[in-house]
């Protein structure tokens, strides 16, 4: 797809833990391994996206899509995208926020081509319109390729209190997916603000998604962290002695590298900044509300399971993810509304949840009260 020979690689951040879909989602099987809109786990739907843009002569790209993630999501990652090669995975052996990982993946992949482009997405993220959401790609790929960093904003639709924002030099509104300058990182702005930031034109929200030469990207990490610069150049250097010496230096350089993320430790920094406005149905799936919101519903607007039953019912989230081994739907246990709106309904083996969907975002509260009462097993 891409018209360069310049080869693209994609870097697909999957430590994150989910907590605002327990029950379904787990420290040990979080958010980016459910198949939360669709049949497939959303870190599957994220990397097959995006084949096309990996793809090279005799390549079906999957040797350039690299997955950074924790130990105790190794297995199931590979369950999830077992065509991704085992030596793409970046295991982190503490969490250290995305620069760290970021910066590593940039230094990996810039040992073998410091002009290679390489492309920071999300795990858990939907996106409706895979074609266009491409053509954005490939417009940031191009501007990466002029040497700048560049990141992708999401043209807003509504004044949301739950994203950063970003300002651009031009009107986002309107034009073309052409680049434009950042002027500044907005935090998560009051719905005062928001609706300031909407009615002008020129913000959009900042879903974290970078596009950058490996090179580039190193270059600016040594001009604005350069406590990590050394911790990654103390990893090369073990790397040219071998992938031994290079694992044990991982190990050993890794936890102690300074936790920041890249929006603050390099992206508000970076002068000559690019963005490129998107609009492609893009969701960051942040609660059991955005899933109901992308899912298939009824007349009444209930999501439920086939067979469940739901009278004077409107509105409702209702999800089953009981295990119920060699047993079909039609031995399952049924479940039943009556005369409720706006609920979200979720049972699993060990666990149900019943929350108002605007509510939503609270579940996260639930994982905080059960490790606090020390039932983290639930969690």
Not at 163 to 179: D, H, N, Q, R, T
């Amino acid at each position: 797809m891409s018209s360069t020979a310049t080869p693209v690689h994609v870097l697909i951040l999957a430590g994150g833990a989910g907590t605002r879909f327990w029950p379904a989602s787990r420290a040990a099987h979080p958010k980016q391994l459910l198949p939360l809109v669709g049949g497939e786990p959303l870190i599957t739907a994220t990397a097959r996206r995006v084949l096309p843009l990996c793809a090279g002569e005799g390549s079906a790209g999957w040797e350039r899509i690299w997955i950074a993630t924790g130990q105790h999501l190794v297995a199931p990652t590979q369950v999830a995208l077992p065509e991704v090669p085992e030596r793409r995975l970046l295991v982190e052996p503490a969490p250290r926020n995305t620069a760290p990982c970021i910066g590593w993946a940039a230094a990996t992949i810039a040992r073998d081509d410091p002009e290679a482009i390489v492309v920071v997405l999300p795990s858990d993220h939907h996106i409706a319109d895979v074609p266009r959401f491409l053509e954005v790609l490939q417009a940031a790929v191009a501007s990466a390729q002029g040497g700048a960093i560049t990141t992708i904003g999401i043209r807003p639709t509504h004044p949301e209190t739950g994203f950063g924002y970003i300002e651009a030099e031009e009107a986002a509104g309107a034009g073309s997916a052409a680049p434009r300058r950042v002027l500044r990182f907005v935090e998560k702005p009051s719905r005062e603000r928001a609706a300031e930031f909407v009615a002008s034109g020129r913000f959009l929200w900042n879903a974290g998604m970078f596009i950058f030469r490996a090179g580039d990207m190193r270059a600016a990490i040594r001009a604005h962290l350069p406590a990590l610069a050394e911790g990654l150049d103390e990893i090369d250097r073990a790397a040219a002695l071998g992938a031994a010496a290079e694992a044990a230096a991982v190990l050993q350089v890794f936890p102690r590298l300074p936790a920041v993320s890249i929006d603050h430790g390099v992206m508000e920094h970076v002068a000559g900044l690019a963005v490129v406005p998107g609009d492609f149905g893009w969701s960051d799936l942040g609660s059991w509300q955005s899933a109901w919101e992308l899912a298939e519903k009824d007349e009444r607007g209930n999501s439920a399971p086939a067979g469940s039953v739901l009278v004077d019912a409107h509105g409702n989230h209702v999800v089953d993810l009981r295990a119920s081994p060699g047993a079909g739907p039609a031995s399952r246990r049924v479940i039943a509304l009556v005369g409720v709106e706006g609920l979200v309904v979720v049972e699993t083996d060990d666990a149900l949840l019943i929350v108002p969907r605007e509510r939503a975002q609270e579940v996260k509260h639930v994982v905080e009260a059960l490790k606090a009462r020390g039932q983290g097993r639930l969690t």
